[in-house]
């Protein structure tokens, strides 16, 4: 078994059946640490698997193509002891990887939590589409959560709460490239409005858009960030799944 480098235009089709097959699991963070790492197929006589590594976050999937299924578990063991696999990402709704995971006593905790939703929502707050007039008051207020977010606002579909010449919310929602019909929703509330209900409201009225175009939405949030849980929960959202993390398991 050898790997080399390929690409992401090389396998993406296969990754968009596998994470389609296994039901996603996937929100917007996770994807991007796969669809922007390195990719390398994994070699017999001919390629049997793909998988991506990202430069912090390690790897982040094997995808085993269709064929070789039943070696999964060999062409597992060989790429965990790969010399530059020492982080792993994975979502526990990827069961084959989640098996392995256990079988080799990797020791895993969560990192994220990856919510959904399934039922209707509505609300009555009005939120106005983001113009580009407005992109430069956004960006003064809510700057640091579009920098961490990697947001560019004339790419995006944005909302904005503003009342008195004084924003108060802002929600975005950006498209999936594994899934084009589903939307990864975030959204901040200004400090000054914080605890006041606009959080959950500004959650339910960005559902309800996607919902209104007949467009699926999910959301991630950290694990330790209790507020930004309870906002997603209270909004309508459930959590699906969990993202679980692996760190520096070689020097255990």
């Known amino acids: 078994m050898r790997y080399i480098k390929s690409s992401i235009d090389n396998v993406f089709a296969k990754y968009q059946d596998y994470y389609q097959a296994i039901n996603g699991g996937i929100d917007g963070y996770y994807e991007n640490t796969i669809l922007d790492a390195d990719i390398y197929e994994i070699i017999e006589e001919e390629p049997i698997a793909c998988i991506s590594v990202h430069k912090t976050r390690?790897?982040?999937?094997?995808?085993?193509?269709?064929?070789y299924i039943r070696d999964y578990s060999l062409i597992f063991s060989y790429i965990i002891n790969l010399p530059?696999?020492?982080?792993?990402?994975?979502?526990?709704?990827?069961?084959?990887?989640?098996?392995?995971?256990?079988?080799?006593?990797l020791d895993y905790q969560t990192q994220s939590y990856n919510f959904?939703?399934?039922k209707e929502i509505t609300t009555n707050l009005q939120m106005e589409p983001t113009n580009k007039k407005m992109h430069k008051k956004i960006i003064n207020e809510f700057g640091q959560?579009?920098?961490y977010n990697n947001m560019r606002?004339?790419?995006?579909?944005?909302?904005?709460?503003?009342e008195n010449n004084e924003l108060i919310s802002f929600g975005a929602l950006e498209p999936l490239r594994l899934n084009k019909t589903r939307y990864?929703?975030?959204m901040i509330v200004s400090e000054k409005y914080r605890g006041k209900g606009y959080g959950v409201e500004t959650v339910k009225f960005l559902i309800q858009y996607l919902q209104a175009n007949q467009?699926?939405?999910?959301?991630?949030?950290?694990?330790?960030?209790d507020i930004s849980?309870?906002?997603?929960l209270s909004g309508g959202m459930k959590i699906t799944n969990e993202l679980y993390k692996i760190e520096n398991f070689k020097n255990k």
């Open 58 to 67: 390690g790897l982040t999937s094997l995808v085993v193509y269709t064929p």
């Open 84 to 105: 530059f696999i020492q982080n792993i990402l994975f979502t526990e709704k990827d069961m084959n990887f989640l098996k392995n995971v256990k079988k080799h006593n």
């Open 116 to 118: 959904e939703v399934e």
């Open 145 to 147: 959560f579009i920098d």
């Open 153 to 162: 606002l004339s790419k995006i579909n944005s909302f904005y709460l503003e």
């Open 184 to 186: 990864c929703l975030s």
């Open 215 to 225: 467009l699926q939405v999910n959301a991630r949030c950290y694990v330790l960030n």
């Open 229 to 232: 849980k309870k906002t997603l």
